[in-house]
């Protein structure tokens, strides 16, 4: 396996064959992102401008194709249409949401085929010497978990990091168009989120390098007692392997749950 001088030189070298894929997926999720903040802003206008007598406050280009089809007077007339138009948009918007999942599936599971058949060849042809250092447990820590961790970057965070972007874009957009200040307001916690964000993935690394660690001793422990079970067995050995077993755990996960747990409640899951 050849070395790479950026992990995004890595990933994009294994995304070979799969490009087209992330391709229309962030595609369909910038029109699913679009199509979604639409309806919203055509029911609104609706309420205010044609049922209500709110004058109507529209883009230069959408007030002209207003006017051309007789403005505010023939949309009262035929309430029909903008009720038609709504569940066509949000008809799409659920197509196109299928469709960025179809792809997105399609990409990641070829990904994830030719990132398991380099890792594979690559480990068949490390020397002796390299797989007496290393332990079971922990190649096949790395052949199972660390690629189902990169499958889920790139299935769902990378996904959804594309539509928040595009979703906060286009809804400050639209709220300036209301109210500048009220934009403003919301807009400050922005940041503040992003920074949460930003300390809690830097305090959470560190915690998840360790389990990953020592999910790999845990490995070994496993495949150490599935091999030598005879053995465990002759010498009556099973409650002690048990109890081995239950502190390696205890170590791995408990530390993890008490960081998170504490995190959650002050607004990472809103994130």
């Known amino acids: 396996m050849q070395r790479f001088r950026s992990n995004a030189a890595m990933l ?27 309806n919203p802003r055509i029911i609104g206008f609706t309420v205010d401008s044609v049922i209500g007598s709110k004058e109507p406050e529209l883009p230069m280009l959408f007030s002209g194709f207003l006017r051309d089809f007789g403005g505010v007077d023939f949309l009262k007339k035929h309430l029909v249409g903008i009720a038609i138009l709504v569940i066509v948009l949000a008809s799409l918007a659920a197509f196109t949401r299928i469709f960025y999942r179809i792809n997105i599936a399609k990409g990641t599971e070829r990904f994830v085929e030719t990132l398991r058949n380099e890792l594979y060849s690559h480990i068949i042809r490390l020397p002796y010497a390299w797989h007496k250092k290393h332990a079971t447990g922990d190649i096949i820590q790395r052949c199972t978990s660390d690629v189902d961790t990169v499958k889920t970057f790139l299935s ?58 020592q999910e790999g001793k845990l490995s070994t422990i496993v495949q150490e007692n599935l091999t030598g079970i005879r053995v465990v067995r002759a010498f009556g050995r099973e409650s002690f392997e048990r109890s081995v077993l239950r502190g390696r755990m205890k170590f791995i996960f408990l530390p993890t749950c008490i960081f998170a747990g504490t995190c959650l409640p002050f607004g990472f899951q809103v994130i």
């Open 12 to 38: 994009f070298y294994f995304l070979r064959g799969s490009k087209k894929y992330y391709f229309l997926t962030f595609l369909f999720v910038i029109l699913t992102s679009i199509l979604d903040l639409s």
């Open 156 to 213: 769902e965070q990378l996904v959804n990091l594309v539509r928040i972007t595009v979703l906060i874009t286009l809804s400050i957009f639209f709220m300036l168009q209301v109210n500048g200040k009220l934009t403003f307001i919301a807009a400050i916690f922005i940041p503040i989120i992003v920074l949460y964000s930003v300390f809690f993935h830097t305090k959470i690394a560190k915690t998840f390098e360790n389990v990953d660690v």
